[in-house]
């Protein structure tokens, strides 16, 4: 095994250097990166199929193997993603505030990188891709860490980024792959290195970084989406959404989990639901209310707290607007929440009392995504209110410090009273 200590205190040293580095040759790196995988396409795509078939056989399971597909479409989608990510503004060296604090003494807040970030990430190679953009864009260091099924892939994708980014003028150890699950472990205590993990995976497994490192933790142990339709919901509009937010992508954290309607319509809107999700092989389970009405599997507590990834969607009648904000508040994980109604002044309710990162109306979950919201991509999803939340992209990977300029200034002139601070913010 590498000695993983070493290998992050090289990274950490290249971090300073990369901070430094100009948005010209950030951006360079970026397009040539785009062009180094339309060049390899063909190796990208020959390494996946590897790990296909291998996950086959070891009979990964099927929401994971869509995950770890990684075809044209999808190397189109990271290809387009980092093309939109170098056309965006650099945020390094941005002055959000100057201000004197004296005559000649001149006080400004910069933005600058968080320094070296590790990733560790399980199926999805364009989670590579998009990582490993991103922190170059916000000159980031990163230490990534993939799912052993996606090992070729990862490496495949890592080669081609890895040289046209040094090709480009980037210090070499602005991107890092670490291949055996054993590594994570050190990986963990490199606090001293590291300065932010971002674990993406299963529920237990994000519990397990959080609880066995003092590095900080950015990201969300589970995604228990939710979609409520209210009673002055549009009925017809509503079941493309649902349907939309539970089954365009189901292996995914912003996927809709749980339903829950009003019972002012829920005579009208679960036989219209039923139908569609039997179309679409979606299996539902539900509360008394929701049996009495369409057939179904009968739900459990347990159901409303499980996050399924799979065809799989719990739905609950409930008495109002107010009680869908009660269960979602009390069940979900603070991810994705929306309501579909045509009363501008419920959705607002329902979008200021809802305790998520993202709250959304007549649209679907499924939205929740930092290539959707214009970020270029994402990092993963934060559910914390510490930092950053939501869709993580290029404002999430910056932080920033102060700059002081002064002349001969001394804190023992103001602290006596023979100078005094004249504070005055400059535009």
Request: hydrophobic share 40%; glycine share 8%; aromatic share 6%.
């Amino acid at each position: 095994m590498k000695n993983i200590a070493i290998i992050a205190e090289a990274v950490k040293s290249d971090s300073y250097m990369l901070a430094a580095i100009s948005e010209e040759t950030r951006n360079r790196a970026l397009t040539d990166i785009v062009r180094a995988l339309s060049d390899g396409r063909a190796a990208i795509l020959a390494a996946n199929e590897a790990d296909l078939t291998e996950a086959e056989k070891t009979g990964l399971a099927a929401p994971l193997l869509k995950r770890l597909k990684f075809d044209n479409d999808k190397l189109d989608g990271v290809i387009q993603g980092i093309r939109e990510l170098a056309a965006l503004p650099d945020p390094l060296f941005q002055t959000r505030f100057a201000r004197q604090l004296d005559e000649g003494l001149i006080l400004k807040q910069v933005t600058c990188p968080i320094g070296v970030i590790g990733v560790i990430f399980e199926s999805r190679p364009d989670a590579l891709v998009q990582i490993s953009t991103l922190c170059l864009k916000s000159g980031n260091c990163a230490i990534l860490k993939g799912g052993s099924e996606a090992k070729h892939t990862n490496a495949a994708l890592f080669d081609l980024i890895h040289q046209a980014g040094v090709s480009a003028g980037i210090p070499a150890g602005f991107l890092t792959l670490l291949e055996s699950r054993e590594e994570i472990g050190a990986l963990l205590s490199c606090e001293d290195s590291i300065d932010l993990l971002i674990p993406r995976g299963s529920n237990a497994f994000v519990r397990y970084i959080m609880d066995n490192t003092k590095i900080p933790v950015m990201g969300h142990a589970d995604g228990i989406c939710h979609v409520y339709v209210d009673k002055y919901a549009d009925l017809e509009k509503s079941i493309p959404i649902v349907m939309d937010a539970k089954t365009q992508y189901v292996a995914v954290c912003n996927a809709a989990e749980t339903l829950l309607v009003h019972r002012a319509v829920a005579d009208a809107f679960l036989p219209l639901l039923s139908k569609a999700a039997e179309k679409a092989h979606v299996q539902l389970i539900g509360c008394p209310e929701t049996q009495a009405r369409i057939a179904c599997i009968p739900a459990r507590e347990t159901d409303y707290r499980t996050e399924y990834l799979d065809y799989i969607l719990t739905v609950r009648v409930v008495d109002g607007l107010d009680a869908a904000i009660g269960h979602i508040n009390r069940y979900g994980s603070h991810h994705t929440d929306a309501i579909l109604t045509e009363d501008p002044d419920r959705a607002e309710r329902f979008m200021q009392l809802v305790d998520s990162a993202d709250v959304f109306h007549n649209c679907s979950t499924r939205f929740s995504d930092g290539y959707r919201y214009g970020f270029g991509a994402e990092v993963g999803v934060s559910t914390s209110k510490l930092h950053a939340r939501g869709p993580v992209g290029l404002e999430g990977l910056i932080t920033y410090k102060y700059k002081l300029y002064g002349n001969g200034h001394v804190v023992a002139d103001y602290a006596s009273g023979q100078k005094a601070f004249r504070f005055a913010d400059i535009s």
